[in-house]
């Protein structure tokens, strides 16, 4: 099966560019979305597709493609962004689902 | 306004079972397939099953195969996890999900769109 790999943490100042990177095998069949986690709360989906924001998600999340290299990007990150942000995609059946072990985004 | 609540979750000895429940709203729920997602605490998080938006196909994560069964009853707009043989290393919150995925003709985009909040399910004797 596929694994996703992700940094375990970053920390980013408040205002400026932070990206998380995600790396698997086969994201150019399966892309990536990626989620937003804060303490106690689900999962919210914040970027899929190319770069695909759901509706409410602010525009200072982007996300990228390169290879096999998935990417978020928080331009100008706030206070509320600090979490952990999970990348998922499929594995080569296309019939499993992974997730990388999460990047915990601190806000100084 | 799409609302998925689970329940269910509880205290079991190794070895028990349970059922989880998640009951869905605000959306046409006999159309859409669903997850589950389970995450240990303080840990991150792993995809579990997916059953098929009429219920005619299921998959399952290596680690829960062939001791939970995934089920829906659209008529009731509810997913269903059913766990048996449960170990000390399913102790988790499992999180009911909606899956929106895009195919396109040379690519699909994976998504969970919407998520429950979570029903804790703590293994311990």
């Known amino acids: 099966s596929s694994e996703l790999t992700q940094d375990p943490a970053v920390s980013v100042a408040l205002g400026q560019t932070v990206r998380i990177t995600c790396q698997a095998d086969?994201?150019?069949?399966?892309?990536a979305s990626w989620y937003q986690q804060k303490p106690g709360q689900a999962p919210v989906l914040v970027i899929y597709?190319?770069?695909n924001r759901p509706s409410g998600i602010p525009d200072r999340f982007s996300g990228s493609t390169s290879g096999n290299t998935a990417s978020l990007t928080i331009t100008g990150a706030q206070a509320e962004d600090e979490a952990a942000y999970y990348c998922?995609?499929?594995?080569?059946?296309?019939?499993?689902?992974?997730f990388g072990g999460g990047t915990k985004v601190t806000v100084l | 306004q799409v609302h998925l609540v689970e329940s269910g979750g509880g205290v079991v000895q190794p070895g028990g079972s349970l059922r989880l429940s998640c009951a869905a709203s605000?959306?046409?729920?006999?159309?859409?397939?669903m997850h589950w997602v389970r995450q240990v605490p303080g840990k991150g998080l792993e995809w579990v099953a997916l059953?098929?938006?009429?219920?005619?196909?299921?998959f399952y994560a290596d680690s829960v195969k062939g001791r939970f069964t995934v089920s829906r009853d659209n008529s009731k707009n509810t997913l269903y996890l059913q766990m048996n043989s449960l170990r000390a290393e399913d102790t988790a919150v499992y999180y009911c999900?909606?899956?929106?995925?895009?195919?396109?003709?040379?690519?699909?985009?994976?998504?969970?769109?919407?998520w429950g909040q979570g029903a804790l399910v703590t293994v311990s004797s």
């Open positions: 999900a909606t899956k929106g995925d895009v195919v396109l003709p040379t690519a699909i985009y994976t998504k969970f769109d919407y």
């Open positions: 605000g959306f046409t729920f006999s159309r859409d397939d």
């Open positions: 059953i098929r938006y009429d219920g005619s196909n299921e």
């Open positions: 086969n994201l150019r069949t399966y892309y």
């Open positions: 597709g190319k770069n």
């Open positions: 998922n995609s499929r594995d080569y059946s296309g019939n499993h689902w992974v």
